[in-house]
């Protein structure tokens, strides 16, 4: 199969990894986050108590459930945050872009689709592998 490069111009064989653009879009990432997190936090600690008067069974249902979904979607969220640290950890360290499970370079493409990812997809396969 053949494969065009995105950027005919350049020859470079390094690994082209965009530091600058990465970082922007980790930094993004975790405002985001953060302001999820805040907001998702605000919902999942909701106590009963500030259930107003006089609503139905049901609706105390639907509540309950919505505080389920909210505190699954905390842990989600804050383990996407420890993620994008971590990412932005190792761009200060200049060990960005090495897979933490066997040291190869990760390449590019992941990078740009996920940019917090800190191993390759063969480890990440094997990891999911293991898990499930
Ligand atoms: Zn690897």
Not at 34 to 41: D, I, R, W
Not at 64 to 77: H, N, P, W
Not at 84 to 101: F, P, Q, S, W
């Amino acid at each position: 199969m053949i494969r065009t490069p995105p950027d005919a111009t350049d020859t470079s064989i390094d690994v082209d990894i965009d530091i600058d653009e990465i970082r922007r879009r980790l930094t993004a990432e975790r405002a985001e986050l953060l302001g999820k997190l805040s907001t998702v936090g605000e919902d999942a600690t909701v106590r009963r108590s500030d259930v107003p008067d006089g609503i139905g069974e049901t609706e105390h249902l639907v509540s309950a459930e919505r505080q389920d979904v909210s505190s699954r979607v905390l842990a989600l969220t804050r383990h996407a945050l420890d993620e994008v640290d971590e990412a932005l950890a190792r761009l200060d360290d200049g060990t960005y872009g090495d897979c933490i499970g066997c040291g190869a370079q990760i390449s590019p493409d992941r990078l740009d689709a996920i940019p917090a990812a800190s191993c390759c997809l063969a480890c990440q396969s094997s990891r999911e592998g293991i898990t499930r």
